[in-house]
């Protein structure tokens, strides 16, 4: 993954949120990045994405994994160890607005992230550090889905590496 191909407010991703001390695979993770995303790919209906993410702690911070995502915002997947959930938003502007939840408590190490559209209906699951053991999932129709692209957010949360969309 380059730190230039995601945009954060229409400008490339400062590299300075890219570190090899953040990464699960490979050379470079990031840390916190803010709202950042990419519109040259389609994350819409039909794919599949997957992250590998790091809680800092148990009890702080989040990782947003979006998708649909446009200049105006997107819908994301939340791993939420602040509030113990997983969680999916509309991020209008890119605001939050929950709209589900389940109740998932963390621990400081790598959990794989992986969401599935299918139609207006995401699949968001939680994989333990082996990335096949399923700890839980979640459910959504949004109602209506876009072909916008990818977008992640970092806030207080950890590690975040190997970003990967399949068709």
């Known amino acids: 993954m380059r730190a230039a191909s ?11 949120v890219r570190e090899t001390s953040h990464a699960h695979d490979g050379t470079y993770g990031i840390s916190n990045p803010g709202w950042a995303y990419r519109t040259d790919v389609v994350a819409g209906p039909g794919i599949t994405m997957t ?5 800092s702690s148990s009890t702080s911070g989040r990782f947003y994994f979006g998708f649909d ?6 819908k994301s997947f939340v791993m939420a ?5 997983l969680l999916f938003q509309r991020n209008t502007s890119y605001g939050y607005s929950d709209v589900a939840d389940v109740s998932q408590s963390f621990t ?14 995401a699949t968001g699951r939680l994989y333990d550090s082996d990335g096949v053991t399923l700890i839980n ?5 949004f109602g209506s889905m876009g072909t916008g692209g990818m977008a992640m957010r970092g806030y207080s949360f950890g590690y ?8």
């Open 6 to 16: 995601w945009l954060r407010a229409g400008r490339p991703l400062s590299a300075r």
């Open 108 to 121: 400081s190490k790598w959990y794989r992230v992986e969401v599935v559209v299918t139609g207006s209906i």
């Open 51 to 55: 992250a590998w993410a790091r809680p």
């Open 160 to 167: 975040i590496d190997t970003l990967v969309l399949c068709p």
């Open 69 to 74: 995502a446009t200049s105006s915002g997107c």
């Open 81 to 85: 160890p602040n509030t113990t959930e």
């Open 137 to 141: 999932e979640l459910t959504h129709d």
